[in-house]
């Protein structure tokens, strides 16, 4: 079982930054792909960013070159560092992980979910 609870989520005009943070239960490094997906009002769930078992890092492509995924494995914690931001980056944001194998492909259907943060952006 894994456990995951996010911060960081707020209002923010476009152009600004906003860094989530999600605390993990138990140690998941090098067994876990840990992901951050988003979902907006009347929208699919999204997949942003994710660091598979093997460290490998992914973007989708609408966040590339603005948003960055990390891990500090000292302190169990995943973040989203979100640059840029644009209106359309409104959405709840949710910090997933899944004993996937492999590189992320942009999958959503992850066994383990954290409560979600609210980000919204303004014009």
């Known amino acids: 079982q894994v456990q995951l609870l996010e911060s960081g989520g707020g209002s923010v005009q476009a152009g600004g930054s906003l860094r989530l943070s999600c605390a993990v239960s138990?140690?998941?490094?090098?067994?876990?792909?840990m992901g951050w997906i988003r979902q907006a009002p009347g929208k699919e769930r999204e997949g942003v960013a994710a660091?598979?078992?093997?460290?490998?890092?992914s973007y989708a492509d609408s966040v590339k070159g603005r948003f960055t995924i990390s891990q500090d494995k000292a302190k169990n914690t995943v973040y989203l560092q979100m640059n840029s931001l644009k209106p359309e980056d409104t959405a709840t944001y949710y910090c997933?992980?899944?004993?996937?194998?492999?590189?992320?492909?942009?999958?959503?259907?992850?066994?383990?979910w954290g409560q979600g943060t609210q980000v919204t952006v303004s014009s």
């Open positions: 138990r140690l998941v490094y090098g067994t876990f792909c």
């Open positions: 660091i598979d078992s093997d460290g490998r890092i």
């Open positions: 997933a992980a899944d004993q996937y194998g492999g590189a992320w492909s942009g999958r959503v259907d992850f066994a383990y």
